[in-house]
């Protein structure tokens, strides 16, 4: 039980980081129209007040996903995580708040020209200021937080490389590693478009219509990007998480083709919507269906995962006789 709902918690966390990362790079293009087109100034300050809300909210889902890690599978995770510097763990929490008060400096400064300002264009000192407020805040989430996260679970099953510490940025060339960062990306630009169409359809209307195109050409451009990455992770992986995705084990090769059928099943509507073609029901289920996606997915890595750990177990049992 405990095993289903670090898959529901993990699956969140995973949607609220990938809000808080990639709506604000959505952002900088919204910007960059927002003294033009009224809907882009608005969806820029909706994306900026979600991407506060979701960070903060992705904190507390990253903490009950560690405590339900340390009743499942305690050891091969602090193993993962002594391989790491101590500093990179340290700086994590500061490059958080930084992103945070980057987000809420980029937001206050909006909101400030929308009332001072009267419909005004800001100038070009304080767009500049803005802009890069919300393109550091969203790179240093990037570049930080998915590579780390990444390598820990890669290292879980690394029982090789426990003891010896290894370096931030000559993991970040690691295959496995690399092919999951660029997937995580991908997800996050999935997630931050179908956010930009979700508040099209909430607003619903005739105004609103292009912020329903502009989030789903980004989702599936990304999600089409995502299927040719996923087949460079599968490649990655250890030969026995491969072969479970494949067929050797039941449940996960379920899960993965599940998965699978259902990123296929979205993107005519993705493609659809991003061509002009927007129905209220397509896009609401679109959203349910990237949602099912990410769900299935990380219910397959934790299964594949939980396979790897369990071989570790009967190899030590066997190491000990």
Not at 3 to 31: N, R, S
Not at 150 to 168: D, I, K, N, Q, S
Not at 228 to 243: D, I, K, Q, T
């Amino acid at each position: 039980m405990e095993a289903f709902g670090l898959t529901f918690v993990a699956t969140a966390h995973l949607l609220a980081v990938d809000v808080a990362m990639a709506a604000p790079a959505f952002c900088l293009w919204l910007q960059w129209r927002a003294d033009r087109d009224e809907l882009a100034r608005r969806l820029d300050l909706y994306l900026l007040r979600l991407s506060l809300v979701t960070l903060l909210l992705a904190v507390a889902l990253g903490g009950m996903a560690v405590a339900l890690i340390a009743r499942l599978h305690p050891q091969p995770y602090l193993n993962a995580f002594h391989e790491l510097p101590r500093r990179r763990y340290e700086f994590g929490v500061v490059e958080l708040l930084f992103s945070l008060a980057c987000y809420a400096v980029a937001l206050r400064v909006g909101r400030w020209r929308e009332r001072a300002n009267d419909g005004q264009p800001i100038s070009r000192r304080w767009f500049a200021f803005r802009w890069w407020a919300t393109f550091l805040g969203s790179l240093n989430l990037a570049y930080h937080f998915p590579p780390l996260f990444v390598m820990l679970g890669v290292l879980t099953a690394r029982p090789a490389t426990w003891g010896h510490e290894a370096r931030f940025t000559g993991l970040l060339a690691d295959g496995e590693i690399l092919a999951r960062t660029v997937h995580h990306w991908l997800a996050a630009l999935v997630v931050g478009g179908m956010a930009a169409a979700y508040y099209g359809i909430r607003q619903n209307g005739a105004d609103d219509r292009p912020a329903v195109v502009w989030g789903c050409r980004l989702a599936a451009a990304a999600m089409l990007l995502q299927v040719f990455s996923g087949f460079l992770v599968v490649a990655e992986l250890p030969a026995a998480a491969r072969n479970a995705l494949l067929g050797d084990d039941l449940a996960a090769t379920g899960l993965f083709a599940a998965a699978l059928v259902a990123t296929f099943f979205v993107l005519p509507r993705l493609a659809a919507s991003a061509w002009g073609h927007v129905d209220r029901r397509y896009v609401l289920g679109s959203c349910l269906l990237v949602l099912l996606v990410m769900l299935l997915m990380t219910a397959a890595r934790h299964r594949t995962r939980e396979l790897l750990l369990a071989n570790q177990r009967v190899a030590a049992k066997l190491g000990l006789h």
